[in-house]
C-alpha cells in the first residue's frame, strides 16, 4: 500500500501565507509530493504555484497530484537555493519552505534514510550527486566522522560511534543501513539503547545532512527568497530540529535590523531600511490534535515574516 505524506501545520500555512499568496505566485521550494502545494491551489483558485525540488522520484509523485489544477503550476527539479538565486521571473507574493523529509524517503526510496530497513546506504536527494552515505561512512577520517555525527546530529556519543564504525569497516565496506544500524546499536550503552528515540536517529540525520549540505542552503536561500519577494509578500519556514530553526532565526532576526551594515563599517550605506518585518516572535507549534495525528508535526516549528513595502 502506497503512503501518502501528510504535509505539517496546514492550517497554519494558510492563516499566515494565505493573504499573500492568494491573488499572486507562491514559490513552494520543498515540494515533494505536493501536500502543501495542493492545498494552496484548492483553496485559493486565482494562484499560481512554482514547485520546487530535487528529487526526481518525489517530484513525479507532486505532478501527479497536481496536474488537475493544469497551466497554474510549474514544476522544477533543482536545489532551491541555486533556483531563487537565478530566479528573473515576476516577484512572487509567498515564498513556503518545509525542511522536513517525506515519508516517501523512509518507507518509498529504498535509499537507507531508515535506520529501521535494510536498504542500499545512499540518502542522496539527488541522485546524480558524488557523495553518497556510505562514502562518509567508509571513507571519513575518524575524527571528520565523529564531527559531523556531533555537529549535524547532536549525538553525545559521537566518538563512541564513530570508532565503532571504523572498526568495522577495517573488516569489510559497509554498504547497509541495517548493518550500520545495529553498529551504532552495539557502540553505545546499554541504558542509551532502549530511550525514547532509537540510538541511530541521530546518526542518521547527521549523515543525511552531511550528503546532501542541507544546512549550508538555508541562510543563502532565505535572503534570496527575501530578495525576489514582491513588497508586502510573505515567507514561511517550516524547520525540524534546532540546528535548522537556529539559522532561521537568525537570518530572519538580521533581515529584520534597520542596519545590516558591518560593525566595522564606520557610516551606514543600507539606507537603515529593514528588510523583513516578524510576524512571531517565537515560533509557530503544532497544536495536540494534530501532533495526536501526524506524530512528526510534534518537532514542528514555523517561523514566518512580510518583506517590508519600502524600496532597498
Request: glycine share 6%.
Amino acid at each position: 500500500m502506497e503512503i501518502q505524506h501528510v504535509p505539517v501545520m496546514s492550517q497554519e500555512a494558510l492563516d499566515y501565507l494565505g493573504p499573500a499568496a492568494q491573488h499572486g505566485l507562491l514559490i513552494d521550494c520543498t515540494c515533494g509530493e505536493g501536500g502543501h502545494s495542493e492545498m494552496f491551489l484548492r483553496h485559493f483558485p486565482t494562484m499560481r504555484l512554482i514547485g520546487l525540488d530535487r528529487d526526481t522520484s518525489i517530484q513525479q509523485k507532486a505532478a501527479q497530484r497536481l496536474s488537475v489544477f493544469g497551466e497554474r503550476v510549474s514544476l522544477v527539479n533543482t536545489w532551491f537555493d541555486s533556483y531563487l538565486a537565478s530566479y528573473d521571473q515576476a516577484p512572487p507574493t509567498a515564498i513556503l519552505f518545509d525542511f522536513g523529509i517525506s515519508i516517501f524517503h523512509y518507507e518509498e526510496s529504498r535509499r537507507g534514510f531508515s535506520f529501521r530497513k535494510d536498504e542500499p546506504l545512499d540518502m542522496r536527494l539527488d541522485d546524480t550527486g558524488e557523495l553518497s552515505a556510505a562514502d562518509i561512512v567508509n571513507e571519513y577520517p575518524e575524527e571528520r566522522l565523529a564531527n559531523v555525527i556531533y555537529q549535524y546530529g547532536e549525538e553525545r556519543y559521537s566518538r563512541r560511534i564513530a570508532s565503532a564504525i571504523c572498526t568495522q569497516r577495517r573488516l569489510q565496506w559497509i554498504d547497509s543501513s541495517k548493518e550500520l544500524s545495529e553498529i551504532i546499536f552495539h557502540a553505545v550503552p546499554k541504558n542509551y539503547r532502549y530511550g525514547r528515540i532509537h540510538p541511530a536517529t541521530r546518526t542518521f540525520q547527521a549523515l543525511r545532512i552531511e550528503v546532501n549540505g542541507e544546512l549550508d542552503r538555508i541562510e543563502r536561500a532565505i535572503e534570496e527568497a527575501v530578495r525576489i519577494l514582491a513588497p508586502g509578500g510573505r515567507i514561511g519556514v517550516i524547520s525540524f530540529h534546532s540546528l535548522e530553526d537556529r539559522i532561521v532565526k537568525q537570518t530572519f532576526r538580521r533581515l529584520a535590523k534597520p542596519c545590516i551594515c558591518p560593525p566595522e563599517q564606520l557610516q551606514c550605506t543600507c539606507d537603515g531600511i529593514p528588510q523583513l518585518q516578524l510576524l512571531n516572535k517565537k515560533p509557530v507549534t503544532a497544536g495536540r490534535e494534530e501532533v495526536m495525528m501526524n506524530a512528526p508535526s510534534r518537532s514542528a516549528k514555523f517561523r514566518f515574516a512580510r518583506k517590508t513595502d519600502k524600496e532597498q
